[in-house]
């Protein structure tokens, strides 16, 4: 019985560390998004505000 | 899309304006007040505008500032001389001022970024139609320009199907505490033709702004643009508004202000992302604007009373997506310094 509840608790810690691992590792690589490629602003003017 | 009556030419609205001088009672002069005053000083076309704050030495100060043309008011009556009341005190405190206009007979532009506020000033509509007066609720950056802009984008399409908004940075102090809280309130989304509920600082969606500001991460948040949005496009199915935030914001947005907010916030951005149809053809345009949120606020603020001025807003209480004339505004806006950019590149996709 205390066997199985120190097994069950120290798979737990191995997933949360995994866990932790992985997010750490998408947080520092990560590129957090890809900016538009093409075009850009352009002003309103002219015939956008007749 | 939804449109409010246009006054008649010569009709009610604008005879009335005509027998007013052009004389404008601001409320509030903060960093999005002093903004409102100095642009309509400079307009050249209101002949005094009355600035009344409950920090007297604040008000006393930015009458000195304006010169001839500006003078210090006290207390909340008003009167039929008045032209047009632009409210620009801390959210929570608009509505009964806007009621005490309405009951004056005076057309009101107010600056609410609050949504308990916002209902209740769009709750006021049968009240304005009756009196046969405009009260302009959101007239600033983020609820206002965007909501034009969404307006004025609108028209390029057939069918409005989603709108999206979404804001970086903070006017003065008061913005910056309701922004403060707003991450932390629950945040009202359009679905699928109902509200949706949402929690604030959930959603992360990276979201691109005019440059310099560019990429920002936003989430939801206690922001009022639905309730503006969703009247003035029947038919649209999904409309959500987004701050930017970082990660601290995030974390301390529920406890109080750690600190005394900044005079005023930095270079802010708004941008404002339509999908609909054109045809048979799907299209998605993006509009923004870069400016300090209080100078954006401030001068469509003094845009919009501009135009209220000249009569040329319709009974009732809505927001700027229930303009009309929406490149007019733009326009004036225009000549105010404020000049929207709209995103040029891959829009269209079968």
């Known amino acids: ?50 | 899309m939804v449109s409010h009556p246009k006054p008649a030419a010569g009709g009610s609205l604008g005879v009335r304006t005509l027998n007013k001088t052009r004389r404008v009672v601001l409320f509030g002069a903060g960093a999005t007040g002093a903004r409102v005053a100095r642009q309509l000083r400079s307009s050249g076309r209101v002949d005094c505008v009355e600035i009344r704050d409950p920090d007297e030495m604040t008000a006393a100060r930015l009458i000195d500032s304006l010169g001839d043309g500006a003078e210090l008011g006290v207390g909340r009556t008003l009167d039929e001389s008045v032209g047009a009341v632009v409210i620009a005190s801390p959210g929570g405190t608009q509505t009964v001022l806007a009621r005490r206009a309405i009951d004056a007979g005076v057309p009101v532009v107010t600056t609410s970024n609050k949504t308990a506020e916002v209902r209740r000033l769009l709750s006021l509509d049968q009240e304005a139609r009756f009196s046969d007066l405009p009260v302009i609720v959101g007239a600033g950056f983020m609820p206002g320009l965007t909501c034009l802009l969404a307006k004025h984008g609108a028209r390029q399409f057939d069918e409005v199907e989603e709108i999206h908004v979404a804001k970086v940075g903070t006017g003065g102090p008061a913005c910056a505490r309701q922004h403060h809280r707003a991450l932390s309130s629950r945040g009202v989304d359009w679905r699928d033709g109902r509200w949706a509920e949402r929690t604030g600082g959930s959603g992360r969606e990276l979201a691109w702004f005019p440059d310099p500001v560019g990429g920002r991460d936003c989430y939801r948040a206690g922001l009022p643009d639905a309730l503006l949005l969703v009247p003035e496009f029947a038919g649209v199915q999904r409309v959500t508004a987004r701050q930017a935030a970082t990660r601290r914001d995030r974390l301390t947005a529920p406890l109080p202000m750690l600190r005394r907010p900044h005079p005023e916030g930095g270079i802010g951005a708004i941008r404002v992302e339509l999908r609909g149809r054109v045809g048979r053809e799907r299209r998605v345009t993006v509009f923004g604007a870069i400016e300090r949120p209080a100078v954006g606020a401030g001068a469509m603020a003094a845009a919009v009373t501009l135009h209220v001025l000249d009569g040329r807003m319709a009974p009732g209480a809505y927001g700027l997506a229930g303009v009309d004339d929406t490149a007019g505004l733009l326009r004036t806006l225009a000549s105010r310094g404020v000049k929207p950019v709209r995103f040029e590149g891959m829009s269209t996709f079968v």
Request: aromatic share 2%.
């Open chain 1, 1 to 50: 019985m205390g066997g199985g509840l120190l097994t069950l608790v120290r798979r737990a810690l191995v997933a949360i560390g995994a866990g932790i691992a992985v997010a750490a590792v998408i947080r520092v690589r990560g590129s957090g998004g890809v900016p538009p490629q093409t075009g850009g602003w352009r002003e309103l003017g002219g015939t956008d505000l007749e």
